[in-house]
């Protein structure tokens, strides 16, 4: 028994191990990712309450010889703590602007075009000049005004008057903010009525729980009355069926996103998705 106790420490022991140094190889491979081109983009449907595509989200992917598919939940924390979101960061930013503009051209009308950021992009002091070159570059003053930021929570309880800043440059030049995975963090009111958002995206725990506990409807019912108050539009993510769409929209939800739609598609399949929605 004792031998099996100690087989037991040395198992555990082992798979900590491994996990750490997976987490080594996945930084280390992370360095390559970019030159290998192992980094490609997906982007989510956002329909509005008639059920039309009018939007969507950049969700980044990632996949390598050794791993396969690599979650971005993995491989951002990582960027962010070694550095490399910032590279990562403007790869994902000029492949987003280059596919709006893309389809701007190609008379694919959507209304808005959102993408992640990072807090640590924020404060890489060259940030807003990467951006506006950027936007240059690729966008038309039509398609910079499509362009949706989102941003978590956590960047209002960093230098706030700092961001709010950043932001309100960013805004002249045509660019909006949403405040993603709101609910789940520390916003506090007051930071939420002087952040220069326009949006704010119901986080997906919320509405998954939607048929299982009132609290959650309660919760979803006050992040849009509240919302209204503060003339915000609102996205809900996370929308995996009929029930859930039709009980945000009753309650004033404006776009929805979410497997009952449609995963995030490659850039093909979201120009077929696009063309069949249309036609119905
Ligand atoms: P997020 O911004 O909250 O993105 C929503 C996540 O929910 C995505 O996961 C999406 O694929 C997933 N999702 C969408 N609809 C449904 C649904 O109906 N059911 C379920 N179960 N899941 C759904 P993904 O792509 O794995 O992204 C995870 C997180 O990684 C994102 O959460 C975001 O925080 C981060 N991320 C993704 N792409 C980027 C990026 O380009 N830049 C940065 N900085 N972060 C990114
Ligand atoms: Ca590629
Ligand atoms: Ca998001
Ligand atoms: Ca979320």
Not at 84 to 104: N, V
Not at 165 to 173: F, S
Not at 270 to 278: C, V
């Amino acid at each position: 028994a004792k031998a099996q106790g100690r087989d037991g420490i040395i198992v555990f022991n082992e798979a900590l191990a491994k996990r750490v140094e997976y987490h080594l190889e996945l930084e280390r491979r992370l360095y390559f990712a970019l030159e290998h081109n192992e980094i490609d983009l997906r982007y989510q449907p956002q329909m509005n309450s008639s059920k039309e595509l009018v939007g969507c989200e950049v969700l980044v992917r990632w996949r390598n010889d050794k791993f396969g598919f690599v979650p971005p939940a993995e491989f951002i924390g990582i960027a962010e703590k070694t550095g490399l979101i910032i590279e990562l960061g403007h790869y994902i930013m000029e492949e987003s602007f280059k596919t709006l503009q893309t389809w701007d051209a190609q008379g694919i009308e959507l209304e808005q075009f959102s993408i992640n950021l990072s807090v640590r992009q924020f404060f890489n002091s060259d940030f807003l000049n990467q951006v506006e070159a950027l936007a240059e570059k690729y966008l038309s003053d039509r398609t910079r005004k499509k362009v949706v930021f989102e941003v978590t929570e956590t960047i209002l309880i960093e230098d706030m008057y700092k961001i709010i800043a950043i932001m309100n440059k960013l805004r002249r030049i045509g660019i909006s903010f949403s405040l993603d995975d709101f609910g789940t963090g520390y916003s506090s009111l007051s930071s939420l009525r002087q952040m220069p958002i326009d949006e704010l995206k119901v986080d997906r725990t919320f509405v998954s729980h939607i048929n299982k506990y009132e609290s959650d409807k309660l919760m979803i019912t006050t992040i849009l009355a509240m919302a209204k108050i503060f003339n915000l539009k609102t996205v809900a993510e996370g929308v995996e069926n009929e029930e859930q769409f039709e009980f945000l929209k009753s309650n004033g939800c404006n776009l929805f996103q979410g497997f009952y739609f449609s995963k995030a598609l490659e850039h093909r399949a979201f120009e077929t998705f696009y063309l069949n929605n249309r036609e119905q």
